[in-house]
């Protein structure tokens, strides 16, 4: 099934019918499908980085240009940068924690609130713009969950067969703002010093 731009920018602000969302979402993809909704996104930010992957609502995984050529990396549609897309955005974003009762209470009222001693909710906040970028709940002190650190070269190598203009081991790095922190605190964007 080939579905236009303006359908593909529909959807994605929910403004699709529903019989129209159905039909293209339950369809088979045509092989162009994904050109054309980077094409749709790219649109619609403001900055010049070549979108390779969105995250997210408001996250994408770009490849850089300028002084940092060819680092790809997260980015906030605002334009704030999160670093190394194999190093876990979250770490580098405002959190708000809640994990006790009377923060829990804000959102989970009543007989809803979980109990502080047993989970924990965390909101990751773009520093940039503001907006909430993710949640997730879980037992109190578990470690920040790395939702996703795709393989871009094995994606555009193996399936829409354009390689990337470089390899890059897809290896998770979050390891390394651990250590900047140790050493007395981050890099702008964990960017070599
Ligand atoms: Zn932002």
């Not at 050109?35 to 619609?44: M, P």
């Not at 809640?98 to 109990?115: F, M, N, Q, V, W």
């Not at 997730?136 to 067969?161: K, N, S």
Request: glycine share 8%; with cysteine.
């Amino acid at each position: 099934m080939t579905v236009s731009k303006a359908d593909l920018g529909d959807l994605f602000d929910g403004k699709l019918p529903w019989d129209r969302t159905k039909a293209i979402v339950s369809g088979p993809k045509d092989d162009g499908r994904f050109q054309v909704a980077l094409e749709v996104l790219q649109e619609r930010v403001s900055w010049p980085e070549r979108i390779l992957l969105p995250l997210s609502e408001h996250l994408y995984v770009v490849e850089k240009t300028g002084e940092w050529a060819g680092e790809r990396i997260v980015k906030c549609d605002c334009g704030y940068e999160f670093g190394d897309w194999r190093r876990n955005w979250k770490l580098s974003a405002a959190v708000i924690v809640r994990d006790d009762a009377e923060s829990l209470e804000e959102i989970y009222p009543g007989l809803r609130r979980p109990d502080p001693e047993l989970c924990e909710v965390r909101e990751f906040i773009c520093p940039g713009c503001g907006v909430l970028l993710k949640v997730e709940t879980v037992p109190v002190g578990y470690p920040i969950i790395f939702d996703v650190l795709p393989d871009l070269d094995a994606f555009y190598q193996d399936w829409l067969r354009a390689p990337l203009s470089d390899t890059q081991a897809c290896e998770d790095r979050t390891f390394e703002i651990i250590e900047e922190w140790a050493q007395g605190g981050p890099t702008p964007h964990g960017r070599p010093a």
